[in-house]
């Protein structure tokens, strides 16, 4: 903690670091964690629940009247003059990285008063990185400001994306984008953490990040570190009010307006003519695959055929 920080960033990043030396100890055994699937693909741990516990222990008792939405236990309100002050909590945002000891996950709390994040607190338990921002006052890793890449051109960027992995994730849309992203910049990755890809474009390390069927919680944290680096975060259109959406783009300005011109007709909010545009792109790609590949043009026949077997 620093002590010039704000004293709310303080108590994030105290239930932070909590929950990261659960989740770091977990690590060491990661075969023995119980699993369960909350629906295909989609995990949860007996390590979530208990990093979750701490974090929410540790700021319910710095700030009682403050409410909860969290990822496992849900929502509990806020009550008296702090009602509007709510803690958006992932307590292990790429879990399935987690129980494969892959090691790529987070833990990403956030404040939100009113409609606002205030504060925003990402840890990366694996490398001891904590990422913080509060509004106004500029993002930091371990206390070093950080800003977001300065590239311009598309071309040269190196991306970070999530892909579908649930039953009724929009995964032909997802397949489509990324194979209209892919070939216009210089690399793509999926790390498999929302909240730290968020915090590595904010850092710099990544140009730009897009991503849907993403929740508040993955990505209310490092929406604010992105724009307290610089950068610039919406929905697919590049509309701002993107939390509950469930589509995600972020970069710094100048990717920004590039990422956004090709991701936004795959928006649930583009255009019919764009949807339209989509679905006729999509059908044009599925005959093209369907049909026969075309016979080679046979080449001149200057062979004797008594040479032939």
Partial sequence: MSSSYHPMLNVAIKAARAAGAIINRAALDVE???VTAKQTNDFVTEIDHAAEAAIIETLKTAYPGHGIRAEESGEQP???REKDHVWVIDPLDGTTNFIHGFPVYCV???LMVGNRIEQAVVYD???NDLFCATRGRGAYLNERRIRVAKRTALRDCLLSTGFPFRPGDAFQTYMQMLGEVMPKVAGVRRPGSAALDLAYVAAGFSDGFFEMG????????????VTEAGGLIGNFTGEPDFLEQKECVAANPKIYGQLVALTGKYSKFASAGDKAAVRQARAAARKTVGKPAAEP??????????ERE
């Fill in 297 to 306: 043009e046979a080449a001149p026949d200057t062979e004797d055929p008594a």
């Fill in 32 to 34: 023995a964690v119980r």
């Fill in 214 to 225: 993403l929740s508040p919680w993955d990505v209310a944290a490092g929406a604010l570190l």
């Fill in 108 to 110: 990403s709390i956030a």
């Fill in 125 to 127: 338990p694996t490398r």
């Fill in 78 to 80: 806020g009550k008296g």
